[in-house]
């Protein structure tokens, strides 16, 4: 294989001149300087200056398996030599992409056995959005077409899936949401729960969508739907209580029950999607990120056997999908990428020895005087930082404290994020206990300095 051509030495001056760049502002990015990462090994990346961090968020929540898997690389290669591509169009397929079809279905379920390829999970999230309105259309159910999502959830950044999700400060560009998507609230306890236990906070925040079901009407509602672990919203765990309450109320009502699995998915939580961690099986489920570990871009929508039976039986045409709908060698990165994941065990890995590490090892931090809560399930944790763990009283400035902290955390190599005040660990499947160890005690020393340093 062609070795990569060296980049120029003036990477940061090209950027800032013609790269614009997600979520930024540019006019701030531009003066202080890209980060250019240039080289990447299992858990570790290197930046142009040769400085090597622990990855502990797996990129952009995606990097399962880790990275410089040269048998996905290979894969892909392979692939490409022999069919670098061809459209899913006009009645025709390829190879890899009817093989991760069963595959994936080999993981989710006994009804939840269909697949729609896309490219990412917002547009997983445009496909779902409008899979379930024409599935109560062809039911004859024309006015079954709202959907109801919840407030500081994610569900993608295009028009459709930033509607969908309840961010305000997203809903202010561009004038959204776009009708017919409604929002209730979050199971939140930490900040909203006020004097109610975790499991009454989790039953009434729950009981906010029959609610809302009732206020529309049940004959005008066509779907919910929720992350099973609220990702980018800050890793809100919800209560034991709520997932439970939420399958009985969409039961009731006969309202699709849409599971966000784009984070959730593909073992983080130590099972292969989030909605079997908490038992229940929904009719459409977004995915993407780990299905490739991020190494090609490459997403779609699990359909349930309720939803796939009208689709081909009554539908006829549904006049949606993408030039690169199961595209043949994303599809092939994504099938070595679970054959790494199923003969590795990582989900079992997850599920019976680094989760349970990496539990008692994050939840540790709860003793420091500036954390109020640190939860996780599986790889996936948060620490909530807090000015008076004693009253749940925060930071005047969330965003300016976590921040702070990520900065920290960053400077001293283990990389993190932070969401307002809230610092999110999403490590990749492969990280060893002594790489769990360091991440914690990289976050602990970032939370001592803003102990000595912050003053509210």
């Known amino acids: 294989m062609t070795k990569t051509a060296a980049a120029p030495s003036n990477l940061g001056a090209i950027d800032a001149a013609h790269h614009l760049h997600p979520f930024s502002d540019m006019k701030k990015l531009n003066a202080d300087g890209t980060k250019i990462i240039n080289r990447a090994e299992g858990m570790h990346i290197w930046d142009s200056t040769g400085k090597q961090y622990l990855d502990a968020f797996a990129g952009l929540w995606c990097v399962n398996v880790g990275y410089g898997r040269d048998s996905i690389a290979e894969a892909a290669y392979q692939q490409m030599k022999e069919l ?49 309105r024409v599935y109560w259309k062809a039911l004859g159910h024309e006015t079954k077409t709202t959907v109801i999502a919840r407030k500081n959830a994610y569900h993608g950044s295009t028009v459709a899936g930033a509607s969908l999700g309840g961010m305000t400060w997203m809903h202010e560009q561009g004038n ?21 236990t975790p499991a009454e906070f989790g039953l009434k925040v729950a009981r906010e969508l029959e609610d809302k079901i009732l206020e529309l009407g049940e004959e005008n509602v066509a779907a919910f739907v929720a992350e099973p672990i609220q990702g980018a919203g800050g890793v809100i765990v919800p ?11 969409t039961k009731k009502y006969n309202v699709l029950l849409v599971a966000d699995e784009v984070i959730c998915g593909f073992g983080r939580l ?40 009208v689709m081909i039986e009554e539908l006829g045409d549904f006049y949606h999908g993408y030039t690169y709908s199961g595209h043949p060698v994303a599809a092939a990165a994504a099938l070595e990428n679970i054959r790494i994941i199923e003969d590795e065990k990582l989900v079992e890995r997850v599920r019976d020895d680094i989760g349970p590490y990496f539990t008692e090892a994050w939840r540790s931090l709860a003793d420091h005087d500036l954390v109020g809560e640190a939860v996780n399930v599986g790889l996936m944790g948060a620490v909530q930082i807090a000015a008076d763990k004693s009253t749940r009283r925060r930071f005047a400035k969330p965003d300016e404290v976590g921040t702070l902290v990520r900065n920290q955390c960053v400077n001293n190599g283990v990389i993190l ?22 991440t914690v005690e990289t976050l602990r020393k970032g939370l001592d300095w803003l102990k000595d340093n912050h003053k509210e």
């Open 84 to 132: 670098p591509y061809y459209n899913t169009f006009f009645g025709t397929t390829t190879p890899p992409t009817t093989l991760l079809a069963q595959k994936i279905a080999s993981h989710t379920g006994p009804n939840l056995n269909h697949v729609f390829f896309c490219n990412s999970g917002s547009e997983a999230s445009d496909t779902w959005f409008r899979m379930a």
């Open 417 to 438: 994020r932070a969401t307002g005040d809230r610092m999110l660990a999403s490590p990749p499947l492969i990280i060893s206990r002594s790489e769990v160890d360091q």
């Open 270 to 309: 130590g099972t292969w999607f989030g909605h079997q961690h908490y038992g229940f099986e929904p009719d459409l489920a977004p995915i993407a990120k780990g299905l490739s570990s991020g190494y090609l871009p490459i997403g779609g929508v699990l359909v349930s056997e309720r939803v796939a039976r």
């Open 176 to 196: 959204l949401p776009i009708p017919g998507i409604v929002h209730i609230g979050q199971p939140h306890w930490y900040v909203e729960g006020g004097d109610l």
């Open 239 to 249: 209560p034991d209580t709520y997932w439970p309450e939420i399958v009985r109320i």
